[in-house]
Nanobody
Framework: DVQLVESGGGLVQAGGSLRLSCATSGFSLDDYAIGWFRQAPGKEREGVSSISRSDAATYYADSVKGRFTIGTDNAKNTVYLQMSSLKPEDTAVYYC????????????????????WGQGTQVTVSS
């Protein structure tokens, strides 16, 4: 079975850092792109970043460029999201999701693109 499990969320002060992890199982990262999304209360789910190991492509929302870094730990089949210079507006539940590349190119930032989702991890940034 395809599974994605997020971890690493927590409470951090503005300007601090957190590293989120998305542990994957049941599929190969060579066949899927992995996206990170976030959803704050009362807001739509927002694409934060995405990575495709097959072509080493990475994507970032403008709001996080220069502050967040996405990468893969190939030995652990894990995708991480290193978040630095955190701001209160980064507060949200963060989800990772998997998109089967065989379906062809789709907008990485759209939650509708993705086929499998994790349960989410809370990130709270205090001012």
């Amino acid at each position: 079975d395809v599974q994605l499990v997020e971890s690493g969320g927590g409470l951090v002060q503005a300007g601090g850092s957190l590293r989120l992890s998305c542990a994957t199982s049941g599929f190969s990262l060579d066949d899927y792109a992995i996206g990170w999304f976030r959803q704050a209360p009362g807001k739509e789910r927002e694409g934060v970043s995405s990575i495709s190991r097959s072509d080493a492509a990475t994507y970032y929302a403008d709001s996080v460029k220069g502050r967040f870094t996405i990468g893969t730990d190939n030995a652990k089949n894990t995708v991480y999201l290193q978040m630095s210079s955190l701001k209160p507006e980064d507060t949200a539940v963060y989800y990772c999701a998997a998109y089967l590349l065989a379906f062809g190119p789709e907008p990485w930032e759209s939650w509708r693109t993705y086929h499998y989702w994790g349960q989410g991890t809370q990130v709270t940034v205090s001012s």
